[in-house]
């Protein structure tokens, strides 16, 4: 994987020195509600899954850093499906202090052109809870995403069901076509 610059950011490979911030942030409860984390990640885990991130051939991470150099969140293209040219992207910021500031936005961009100039993708989705209306609004009305459809009480959270929104932008798409 490749180091990608923005201006406000910029995107490099996960590394073993990131384990604690991607710990903590795995702990963080608001970017858990957020992304409906059930659960929670020992050291060891996060250690795996530092290395699955470099070896896994179905996947292209990166962790998001701010120009001094201070690791503020991470997206990750997965479930690469090279047959039909499609795969997923998730992203978090590790701490709520990082919403709001334009990163998401940035990383999302950076990492999309990578997907669809790189990978060579067709097809990226993702899913986003009905309670996330940042999220929403980033994918659908800043990147283009278009909404593909409902995956209904898909998330079970402190007792109340919600919806998951599915959603997908094409390579035409991006570029403007
Ligand atoms: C979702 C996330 C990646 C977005 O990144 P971000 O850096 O916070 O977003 P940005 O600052 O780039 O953009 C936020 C936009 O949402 C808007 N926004 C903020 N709160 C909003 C709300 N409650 N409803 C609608 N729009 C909202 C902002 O005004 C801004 O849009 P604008 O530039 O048109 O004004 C980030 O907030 C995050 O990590 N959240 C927690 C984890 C998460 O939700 N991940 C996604 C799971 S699908």
């Known amino acids: 994987m490749t180091r990608l610059d923005g201006n406000r950011i910029y995107l490099r490979p996960h590394e073993m020195r990131d384990k604690a911030v991607i710990f903590a942030g795995s702990a963080e409860p608001e970017g858990g509600r957020l992304t409906g984390t059930q659960g929670t990640f020992t050291m060891a ?44 992207i998730r992203i978090g910021m590790f701490d709520p202090q990082y919403f709001g500031k334009g990163y998401g ?14 990978l060579r993708l067709h097809r990226i989705s993702l899913g986003v809870y009905d309670f996330n209306p940042r999220a929403i ?7 283009g995403f278009r909404r593909e459809g409902v995956l209904r009480d898909a998330l079970l959270w402190d007792g109340d069901y919600h919806d ?14």
């Not at 936005?105 to 790189?118: Q, S």
């Not at 609004?137 to 990147?143: A, C, G, P």
């Not at 929104?165 to 076509?177: A, C, F, K, Q, T």
């Open 137 to 143: 609004h980033v994918y659908e009305n800043k990147l």
């Open 105 to 118: 936005t940035e990383a999302m961009r950076l990492a999309l052109d990578y997907g669809f100039g790189v």
């Open 164 to 177: 998951e929104i599915i959603m997908s932008l094409l390579e035409h798409e991006w570029r403007g076509d």
């Open 45 to 88: 885990q996060i250690e795996a899954y530092i290395d699955r991130n470099s070896t896994d051939d179905s996947r292209a991470g990166w962790v998001i850093c701010t120009l001094d150099d201070t690791v503020v969140g991470e997206v990750v293209i997965n479930q690469i499906d090279t047959d039909n040219r499609s795969a997923n």
